[in-house]
């Protein structure tokens, strides 16, 4: 292939693949120097020539480079579209449904998944917890994968026969520029509240990058109830088919929750989903009017949502075989966390206890406000460690009980987070439900620079073993 497949350039100059970090470098390769928050590419253009790259794609001129530069206004930008046309443009060989939001992208998109294959369609994933094509299961390690990596997985789905794709798209890869290049079909929108702002710094920003993604695709789905969401609907570049509860083009009525799920009636149809909280019937209208843009009948969408498997981490419930009740949830932001605690509350006959902290080098303004939620919905909160990273965790700590001076809850301090779990367990009475939040589907906890596996399913069962 030569390289002026792949960018514009009057140089004739064969190449074989794409690099954006010199430690992947391949003989032949043309290496794209990405400015990084740890580290800037441009730096490691020598060492990817030392490794056999033909071409560098950078931001400015590099000195001592024996081959030949392409200087572009944003490399990250070049590297999606460079990384899409070297795979073929995979994205056009399938419908792409896009979903994003601060909560319930996990949901959404296996709800969308799982529709889709009731009619028999093949379909891939790109999500928090996995990407899947259509039931093989592979590694995901970041929610929206770089473009490189996301352009060669479509090659991979649309080679194994996936008529439709569903992902998750986050703010940071609208911003970043990770989907430049995508051609979605649909893209739904969830809801915005406070995250990221270590990455955004403002909500308007946070906002913006969200919006991105309505300005790339046919049909966008958006939850009206949302502000942010009214705003997207009204800028939107595409054909928009609204959501929400009594209002919107695809609406819920007649609502009835309980601890075994959610059901209403739709489009002419009564819906059943067997995850509980009101959020539940947000998630699945966003499904619902996916699948409308997609031509999906409401007797098809029905069948497939009530027998529709919940998400790992998600309201989880975990077994105890004990007069009390655990379960593990994602929720990591205030919104999450006022989420799960309103949904266990409606049907808690106990005492509501909750294990809680927040992560480290990530924002710090939602840890007083997660503090502040947590005290005045629970009965009792143990405040530990979730993802330290670099930070002390008793400095993330601090920050939570900042925002627990009016607490109605009795609280607790338990810095390590099994030894938090085994204390909300070993003093747990009849009745009561135990919700460790944060963690949800995630198998390991990152403190003091390093990885430690940690998954919160064996760490119940070993507790619950010896008492």
């Known amino acids: 292939m030569k390289i002026g497949d792949l960018i514009a350039t009057d140089l004739q100059i064969d190449v074989s693949g794409i690099s954006y970090d010199s430690r992947n470098t391949m003989p032949g390769d043309v290496f794209v120097a990405i400015q990084g928050f740890a580290a800037d590419g441009h730096d490691f253009a020598l060492a990817a020539r030392e490794k056999g790259a033909v071409c560098v794609v950078c931001e400015r001129e590099l000195a001592g480079l024996d081959v030949p530069c392409i200087i572009v206004p944003d490399s990250r930008a070049a590297l999606a579209v460079m990384s899409h046309r070297f795979f073929g443009h995979p994205s056009r060989e399938f419908k792409l449904i896009g979903v994003t939001g ?148 695809v609406t819920a009525e007649h609502i009835v929750t309980s601890a075994e799920g959610v059901e209403f009636d739709c489009a002419g149809r009564h819906i059943w ?34 027998n529709a498997k919940g998400v790992k981490g998600r309201v989880e419930l975990i077994p105890t075989r004990r007069d009390f009740s655990v379960i593990i949830d994602y929720a990591h932001t205030p919104d999450g966390l006022r989420n799960i605690l309103e949904t266990v509350r409606e049907f808690t006959k106990g005492r509501l206890v909750v294990v809680f902290g927040c992560g480290g080098d990530r924002d710090k303004t939602k840890r007083p406000m997660m503090g502040k939620i947590a005290g005045e919905l629970a009965d009792y909160c143990v405040i530990t460690s979730d993802n330290p990273r670099s930070e002390e965790p008793a400095a993330v700590i601090r920050d939570i009980l900042a925002g627990m001076n009016a607490a109605t809850a009795e609280y607790i301090v338990v810095e390590n987070r099994r030894d938090a779990i085994e204390y909300a367990i070993t003093r747990a009475a009849a009745d009561d439900v135990i919700v460790l939040a944060g963690k949800g589907h995630e198998t390991y906890q990152v403190l003091a620079g390093k990885t430690i596996h940690f998954d919160e399913r064996e760490i119940v069962a070993e507790i619950l073993e010896h008492i």
């Open 102 to 249: 601060t909560n319930g992208k996990t949901t959404v998109t296996c709800l969308i998944k799982q529709i889709l294959e009731q009619k028999g369609k093949k379909v891939g994933l790109i999500g928090t917890n996995q990407n899947m094509i259509g039931e093989q299961v592979l590694p995901a390690s970041h929610t929206t994968p770089e473009s490189y990596e996301l352009a060669r997985l479509f090659r991979e789905m649309a080679d194994s026969g996936c008529e439709y794709v569903v992902a998750e798209v986050s703010s940071h890869a609208l911003a970043l520029r990770r989907v430049d290049g995508c051609e979605f079909y649909a893209a739904a929108f969830t809801n915005l509240t406070r995250d990221h702002l270590d990455f955004h710094k403002t909500m308007e920003n946070y906002l913006n990058a969200k919006s991105i993604l309505f300005q790339m695709c046919n049909y966008g789905i958006i939850n009206i109830d949302d502000p942010a969401g009214r705003t997207i609907a009204d800028t939107a570049g595409c054909e928009v088919i609204t959501y929400g509860i009594g209002g919107g083009d």
């Open 273 to 306: 989903l067997g995850i509980p909280g009101k959020f539940s019937v947000y998630n699945c209208l966003a499904a619902i009017g996916v699948a409308t843009a997609l031509g999906v009948s409401g007797a098809d969408f029905a069948h497939a949502l009530l």
